[in-house]
């Protein structure tokens, strides 16, 4: 891919500092006025964050790269918000399986989800508004299904997406670097360390060590844009189609691998006969370490419905943590998640151990 300096763009931008987001066309579907909050809105957003959007001005320019990458990191906060807000609700509104029988645990949790459903809030038009002093349309909410019916199927949801998110903004960054987009790699290092502080309190909820890895597994953006839309309601998204990753097949993980060496059982459409016409391999991405390649044994083919079987050498390599799996064609060697994510067929499979 290459990243290309938008000069013209860059131009425009020094005549404006911090243009605002129009209002008149965005719904406000979500809570607190957003995506596009009053100012008295955004004052209590702030209170209730803990701290304020940051008040210098965007770089003079950006990449082509340094869009896509805000319009990724508007699309994945604003899905954040809906799944906080959703959670907020239904522990406030003591839903069946939301409930706390201590009354201390249940204000300490509110406590804790409200400044982070306002710390995403934050993060989302700190992205939109970054958008928006570039010229480019602010990224607008979708409507969201989450599959979660209590509190530890939804905090152990949110570890999961907050790991996706970890790895996905260490793309971010590189890709920013790429583009020679330094003046925006420092504010998304700040949101990096915050979604770190998230996830140390979701692992402590679960029982788990809070810190997970020594070097959280990578991803890259097309695996986070492909596993944010398993949550969308299809076709709701205003203008997902203003952000130019690719849509990747889902990878359906039936049997996830436990901490030790074994299989790991998935199902994925195939809708170019790739099972019948080539040889598949199973990809892993697992911290910060060269993809691991292991080859993919067909169970059964229904239709384009394909249920497959791989090793996942658990022992091998220390597989703790986040793990994405892949289906590709090629047997690689790869050397880093974006070749992975560019020669997927079906992917990527999402799984946390320890
Ligand atoms: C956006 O519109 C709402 C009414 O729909 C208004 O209350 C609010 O002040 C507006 N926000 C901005 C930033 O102009
Ligand atoms: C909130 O509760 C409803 C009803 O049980 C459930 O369908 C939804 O998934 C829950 N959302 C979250 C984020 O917990």
């Not at 911090?18 to 009053?38: K, M, Y």
């Not at 890895?213 to 969308?232: E, G, K, R, V």
């Not at 391999?281 to 791989?310: F, G, K, T």
């Amino acid at each position: 891919m290459r990243f290309v300096h938008l000069a013209i763009l860059s131009g425009l931008a020094c005549l404006s500092f911090a243009a605002p987001i129009t209002n008149s066309t965005i719904p406000r579907i979500l809570p607190d006025g957003l995506p596009v909050p009053s100012p008295s809105e955004l004052e209590l957003i702030e209170d209730r964050a803990h701290g304020t959007l940051p008040n210098g001005p965007p770089p003079p320019s950006i990449s082509e790269g340094g869009l896509t990458n805000l319009k990724l990191v508007a699309f994945n906060e604003l899905f954040e918000v809906a799944f906080f807000h959703e959670l907020i609700t239904n522990i406030t509104d003591k839903v069946l399986g939301y409930r706390f029988s201590n009354e201390d645990d249940y204000y300490f949790v509110l406590r804790g989800l409200k400044a982070i459903l306002a710390q995403e809030e934050l993060h989302v038009l700190d992205a939109n508004n970054a958008l928006a002093h570039f010229g480019i349309d602010p990224i607008e909410p979708c409507k969201y299904d989450f599959p979660v019916q209590d509190f530890d199927s939804a905090i152990l949801l949110a570890s999961t997406f907050t790991d996706v998110v970890l790895g996905t903004l260490q793309d971010v960054v590189e890709r920013f670097a790429i583009g020679g987009d330094f003046g925006l790699s420092r504010v998304v290092s700040s949101i990096i360390g915050q979604e770190g502080e998230q996830q140390g309190w979701f692992r402590i909820m679960q029982g788990k060590v809070p810190s997970e890895l020594p070097f959280l597994t990578t991803s890259d953006l097309n695996f986070a844009f492909t596993a944010i839309q398993s949550f969308i309601v299809p076709n709701s998204c205003p203008n997902i189609g203003s952000i130019p990753l690719e849509t990747l097949e889902p990878l359906n993980v039936i049997r996830p691998p436990t901490a030790k060496t074994g299989n790991i059982m998935v199902s994925f459409f195939d809708h170019h006969h790739e099972t019948i016409e080539s040889i598949l391999w199973m990809v892993y991405i697992n911290q910060q370490n060269v993809p691991v390649v292991e080859p993919l044994h067909v169970i059964s083919r229904e239709d384009n419905e394909v249920v497959a079987e791989a090793l996942f050498p658990w022992d091998a390599y220390q597989m703790n943590g986040l793990t994405f799996a892949a289906v590709t064609a090629t047997e690689g060697p790869f050397t880093n998640a974006y070749t992975v994510a560019k020669a997927t067929i079906a992917g990527p499979g999402i799984f946390v151990i320890n």
